[in-house]
């Protein structure tokens, strides 16, 4: 009987995915549930038809406005609920995703809610100041700012944006002062402040006392008392704070918004007419859907999490007779992590299978002899006895083979035996709960590679970088039972290219069950969750590019439509990134051929063939290409 949720959709995706009859995977349309979802192999074929080949990053509009508006609404149910008498305005942090396609449909998307932008370089602030926003929204700018940056935002009051400059060091005021003055403009001002909680995860150094942003208490009275000597205490209305990204416990937001109410309530009571209370970015993603307060997971809802900041914020500021501010979160993840996927093919595969038993001979050394009598004695009990004397009996017979008392074919014979061995172990273990440490890491090692069309430190660099988990699953096929299991594989020649965590339904695994792939078949993988973060971070490790983008909005009966395609980088362009002239490299490559027609005989056939075919690569896609 097949487990169609071997995967764990339905724990981590359940809201945007689900497996269709065909064994395919259909994405759902949150806003209409009862819609028919739209098979996702579907959509790669036709794009395939269209000359559109994976890998693909694909975004789903429809799940940057649920986000955006789930996140909105829950707020106004909370404030609602309890009582506040403030309103809730968040803005999307640029650098989560800061491609037009993805900021343009949020400023659409998020413009009923008045929902603003957070900006933390000038580069960012131009995006921001792009758009037409609401007029109730703001644009917060956080970061480093030098004379240029303040200038630019206070200018950008006298189009009608509320630019609110975030106050991140003590320096900075003496340039906002001035620039100021200069401008004649009040300055809608913001002070970052350090909180001293710290929060657990994988952000824990971006909050606490050792965190490189924010004010201390110290610098807080020092800025204070600066504007209030400069007569531009009036122009303070906004206080931030930030904990760090992907809070996993609950409790840490509650505490920390306890201690940004603090700070409030105090900076008001030194006569600041603070209006926003600003809390930062962290609202989690459940990557893995466990529900627990571990890394890549939330122990609560958006409900919960709306609810304590609400409700916290009402409470503290009651307690000091403050007037409810308007509550200001800048989720980045959140908003956008589920509206992208990155959808790539099977190359081929390695596999370390042996079923074929190896015939013993008289003349077989005693050792491999040893050897291949272990599945005599095999059964789940002695599993791990025979996995030693395997792994010992295969050493012994590696040094000899190194010092010249073993062939190459007894060798050969030795590691097909192991294979042959090692896969009864795997066999014998199938049904067995109790599978020891070693024996499973001894039984992953021998899992297969499947190697996909995809770069990960161009399109999965947390992966890499800070063991990010994403889930991935085959795309099609999930009526039928996944007879491998594997890890997967990049294009690039890096072994840290590889993907070995995966989340099941049961937990996290270091191998992924896979259908075996056929000649005459793709088979397609989905990496899911990947808006936030990956997009910008990637590299071009190898000179693999930007993938082939697709934008699409989900209609009924089972259908999408394409709204926007990018495609992916050339040869061409990654090379002019490196500093290479693309027309320059043709021309040298083509001076070594005319050479080569004068001292090697390269026929001129020969030489225009060669030509072609290097100009033909040089435009070509940097992935695989069928
Ligand atoms: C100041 C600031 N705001 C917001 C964010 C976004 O955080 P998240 O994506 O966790 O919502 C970040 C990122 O860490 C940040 O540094």
Redesign the pocket.
Known sequence: MIDEDIYGIKKWGDDILNVLDNGNIGLKNPFFPENQPVDLIKIIKSLNERGISCPLLLRVTDYLAYRIQQINKTFYKAIKEIGYQGEYKGVF?V??NQQAQVIDRIVDFGKEYHFGL?V?SKAELLIALAHDLSSESTIIC?GIKDREFINLAILSQKLGFKTILVLESPRELDIVIKVSKELNIRPFLGIRIKLTNKVSGK?SE?SGDRSA?GLSVEQVMDVINKLKNNGYLDCLILQHS?L???IPDIIEIRKATQEACRFFSEITNQGAPLKYIDL?????VDYTGEQKSVVNSINYSLDEYCINIVETVKYELDQSKIKHPTIIT?????CVASSSMLIFNILETTNFDSYEKQEANKDDHPLLKNMMQIPDYLNVDRAQECLNDLNYYRDEIRTLFKSGQINLPAMAKTEETYLYVINKIKEVLTFSNEITEELQSSIDNMADIYHGNFSLFQSLPDVWAIDQIHPIAPIQKLNEIPKRRGVLNDITCDSDGIINKFVLKDGIYNTLPLHEIKDDEDYFLGVFYIG??QETLGDLHNLFGDTNVVTIKLKDHGNFQLLHEQEGDTISEVLSYVEYEPKDIINRFKNIVEDAVRSRDLSLVERKKLIETFKESISGYTYFEN
């Open positions: 942090p650098k989560v957070e933390g956080n952000w971006s942003f930030h760090g990204s992907q930062g970015g962290g609202l989690g800048e989720s980045g993840r959140a936030a973060y």
